[in-house]
Every structure is written in structure tokens, then in C-alpha cells.
């Protein structure tokens, strides 16, 4: 079992950084990649940023630019770097472990960007 823990969430206003963080406990190996969604109410759940075992990087087209996505391979975390914040950025963000085997969730961390 793998548990993934969120933090860095919060307020902010359109323009402002904020930078998350993702800490993986247990039986983390076999690692296929590592990352975060977003889902918005009344959206469906979407790519924000992957980062593979190799160091690849995938980004959602929309924070493509913005945000950068990061890890700590000695303290299991992955970090996702917000800058140039939207309001449309403003949503729960969760982050997202694919093992070998089976795929794991955090239980998100929200994001507001409101002026």
C-alpha cells in the first residue's frame, strides 16, 4: 500500500505563485510515474503535470508554460511549482501515483485564485 499525502495549498490572487507538495509513505517502489490532477466543481478531472521514472514531463495544455512539475527522489515527493496563477486555475488538485501495478490518489489540496 502507498499512501500520498498533499500540502502547500491555499489562497492566492491571480498573478501569485503557490507551490505544492506530494509525500509518498509505504510501499513506494516501482515507481512509472508521479504527478497531479485538478478537478473544478461540475469539471471532470484533468492532467496538470506527470513526471516519469526516466525524468520525462507531460503538462495539461492549459498550465503548460506555468507551472513545472519536480521531484525528490530520496524523500519520495513530488513537487508542483504554480506561477502566474488564474482564477481558472482554481480547483482541488490531487496528487497521482502509477505504480506497476495499480495507480494511487491523494485526498487533494485546494487551490483558490481570486482577487
Known amino acids: 500500500q502507498v499512501l500520498l499525502v498533499e500540502s502547500g495549498g491555499g489562497s492566492v490572487q491571480p498573478g501569485g505563485s503557490l507551490r505544492l507538495s506530494c509525500v509518498a509513505s509505504?510501499?513506494?517502489?516501482?515507481?512509472?510515474?508521479m504527478g497531479w490532477y485538478r478537478q473544478a466543481p461540475g469539471k471532470q478531472r484533468e492532467l496538470v503535470a506527470r513526471?516519469?521514472?526516466?525524468?520525462?514531463?507531460n503538462y495539461g495544455d492549459s498550465v503548460r508554460g506555468r507551472f513545472t512539475v519536480s521531484r525528490d527522489s530520496a524523500k519520495n515527493t513530488v513537487y508542483l511549482q504554480m506561477n502566474s496563477l488564474k482564477p481558472e486555475d482554481t480547483a482541488v488538485y490531487y496528487c497521482?501515483?502509477?505504480?506497476?501495478?495499480?495507480?494511487?490518489w491523494g485526498q487533494g489540496t485546494q487551490v483558490t485564485v481570486s482577487s
Open positions: 509505504g510501499s513506494v517502489f516501482n515507481i512509472y510515474a
Open positions: 513526471i516519469f521514472s526516466s525524468g520525462y514531463t
Open positions: 497521482n501515483g502509477d505504480f506497476t501495478t495499480k495507480t494511487y
